[in-house]
């Protein structure tokens, strides 16, 4: 079943202590990416990957780390947390533009940090 | 001005009612949409892709007009069950650094009463 995975769907932590969110996916795509979804403001885009190696920034990207070291995974990584990072969280993966490039999404990750 | 602009709603219509949505893009170089739903508190997932010659898919059709930039969706004879919200998302216009962008709108919301 083609799916992304998203790791934790639920976590509560505190200022400062550095976290990871895992994303992967099983369809062998090239393009993935992060999105932050607050109320009000939609879904809005911390970082993309084109491929293995290569990331770029979205629109949101201070606070956040990425790598994209194999074409599978896709961490999102949080190295000092702050309460303005509470946020629901989606890991994206699809193919490259020109063709199917459909989105999917994982589950979702709700962060808390107090 | 925003990437991507959608009225936010709500938009309560009864049921068996047709309604629209629209959305603007300002990106000219984009080069792929596509209407998501998503309902509360869960992930997006594609509803339609939207090609310029439009596209039907049992009651709702989406419209591209490329040159005034916007993308159209209609549900005709609306169910309860298509309460949710419907996220216009454009992709392929090139980022500063060359790369690929997804972007979504901020959604609209639709509530179909009995």
């Known amino acids: 079943e083609a799916q992304v995975t998203q790791n934790p769907r639920y976590l509560i932590t505190v200022t400062g202590k550095k976290l990871t969110v895992t994303c992967s996916q099983n369809?062998?795509?090239?393009?993935m990416s992060w999105y932050r979804q607050d109320p009000g403001l939609g879904l809005r885009q911390i970082y993309y990957s084109m491929n293995v190696e290569v990331t770029d920034k979205g629109d949101v990207p201070e606070g956040y780390k990425v790598s994209r070291k194999e074409k599978r995974n896709f961490p999102l990584i949080l190295e000092s947390p702050s309460p303005n990072q509470t946020s629901l969280y989606f890991c994206?993966?699809?193919?490259?533009?020109?063709?199917?490039?459909?989105?999917?999404f994982g589950q979702g990750t709700r962060l808390t940090v107090v | 001005r925003k990437e991507v602009e959608q009225d936010p709603g709500p938009f309560n219509v009864p049921e068996g009612a047709t309604v629209a949505f629209n959305c603007t893009y300002s990106?000219?170089?984009?080069?792929?949409f596509f209407w998501y739903r998503q309902d509360c508190r869960k992930e997006p997932k594609l509803l339609m892709s939207?090609?310029?010659s439009g596209n039907e898919d049992g009651r709702f059709t989406a419209q591209l007009n490329r040159a005034s930039q916007y993308i159209s969706l209609l549900i005709r004879d609306s169910k309860l069950s298509d309460s949710a919200t419907y996220l216009c998302v454009v992709g392929g216009g090139l980022s500063t650094s060359g790369t690929y962008k997804y972007i979504f709108g901020t959604g609209t919301r639709l509530k179909v009463l009995a």
């Open positions: 369809m062998n795509h090239e393009y």
């Open positions: 994206a993966s699809s193919s490259l533009p020109g063709q199917e490039d459909e989105a999917f």
């Open positions: 990106n000219s170089a984009s080069q792929s």
């Open positions: 939207v090609y310029s």
